[in-house]
């Protein structure tokens, strides 16, 4: 491919130019090459958008043969620019361990950001690695719900009605200092007694922030 087409053009226009290319491809007509060498030229240049689409097509074999390492690449520089969707696909692959061994702690922790967990897809990954780490220890899981149990009956009954539960099926607010305990009993970093100690005193700080949130509540 020569450089004529790309001269002079600006990292947004060659981005806009590949995306005409690149949905008329998707229907069988267009030429889904050039789409890509207009993706490339913009992505070299900087433009984020262009860098994650660019790292998606070689992360699902798009138009291009897969190739996980340059996705990896192209996703990551998206991802530190703060691309959403970008950070989204390097949190999956890291997840799934797609090209590159799993990291749990890395891609949750991508997950967890705010404009990510905006995402619906990013909300379901989040409850799919929750309910892997969980369904590995379900005597622990059994033991933290008792001590949440016990620690709700303490609340005053408003504030019992107005508590979501800590543990409540599709709950997305679980933070990162409780991912990363379960993640360290999946790899064997934690036994289950440190890990309900540390789960027990997350149970009393977040019972603690809720408790100015109250309709009607003193604190």
């Known amino acids: 491919m020569g450089a004529e087409p790309f001269e002079g053009a600006s990292p947004e226009e060659l981005f806009e130019t590949g995306k005409k290319f690149y949905y008329s491809g998707r229907d069988g ?5 050039l789409a890509l060498a207009y993706f490339e ?10 860098q994650r ?8 074999g798009q138009f291009a043969p897969q190739d996980l390492a340059q996705a990896r690449v192209w996703l990551e520089k998206a991802t530190l620019q703060g691309d959403p969707q970008a950070t989204f696909s390097l949190a999956k692959m890291l997840a799934l361990g797609l090209g590159l061994p799993k990291d749990w702690s890395r891609a949750y922790a991508l997950l967890n950001q705010t404009q990510v967990r905006a995402l619906p897809e990013a ?67 934690a036994t289950p007694e440190s890990a309900l100690v540390a789960l027990k005193r997350c149970l009393n700080q977040y019972y603690d ?11």
């Open 29 to 33: 007509a267009g030429d889904p090459f």
């Open 41 to 50: 030229k913009s992505a070299r240049l900087g433009f984020a958008p262009a």
């Open 53 to 60: 689409l660019l790292g998606v097509c070689l992360l699902e």
């Open 123 to 189: 909300r379901a990954l989040m409850i799919r690695l929750k309910e892997e780490l969980r369904s590995l220890y379900p005597n622990l899981l059994t033991a933290l719900e008792r001590e949440e149990r016990l620690l709700r009956i303490t609340l005053e009954p408003r504030r019992q009605r107005f508590t979501p539960p800590f543990l409540a099926p599709g709950r997305q607010e679980l933070g990162r200092e409780e991912f990363e305990i379960w993640l360290a009993l999946n790899l064997g970093q």
């Open 209 to 219: 922030l809720i408790k100015g949130k109250i309709p009607g509540s003193r604190g």
